[in-house]
């Protein structure tokens, strides 16, 4: 054998280990990108049960109760207390939306679950009270507010965006 055979031979196994080496860093890159998705998946969902778990709270159910019914009749704490329960809300339906983006849920399945979490605290009329005095510049993204507005059944608007 000639020194141009071995190399020849040598060009051969240098390119098997390419490819399987590329083969390899694919193989992880997937295995890694799942994981990594289903971990959010796991988060977004720990976040809701988080949320709903605070529901528990007899306290807080009154509370809730009496701010749906009207925002206005409630004391100062206790209407914080309940925007609070709203933002925390409309955080936990938002990291469906935040998911949809990684591929993890199919857009139609995202927005259902995110419609259902929003009117299940927002569609009262002490929730409504409070978001037509803060829709216009409301604490929340501007994708969110916009989806909010169309789940309450209020006109598109533009928001600043900074």
Do not use: C
């Amino acid at each position: 054998m000639d020194i141009a055979t071995l190399a020849a031979f040598a060009d051969i196994l240098t390119t098997l280990g390419v490819l399987v080496s590329v083969i390899f860093v694919w193989v992880e890159l997937k295995r890694s990108n799942r994981e990594n998705r289903l971990g959010n998946w796991f988060h977004a969902t720990g976040r809701l049960n988080d949320y709903r778990e605070n529901l528990t709270d007899p306290a807080l159910n009154a509370l809730i109760l009496r701010g749906r019914k009207d925002i206005n009749a409630l004391k100062p704490e206790e209407a914080e207390a309940f925007k609070h329960h709203l933002l925390q809300n409309q955080l936990a339906a938002q990291t469906f939306i935040r998911l949809q983006g990684l591929g993890i849920e199919p857009t139609k399945v995202s927005i259902r679950a995110f419609r259902k979490i929003v009117l299940e605290a927002w569609d009262h009329p002490g929730p409504r009270a409070w978001w037509t005095e803060i829709r216009a510049d409301p604490p929340v993204v501007p994708t969110v507010a916009a989806l909010i507005d169309e789940i309450l059944g209020y006109p598109a608007m533009e928001r600043p965006v900074e």
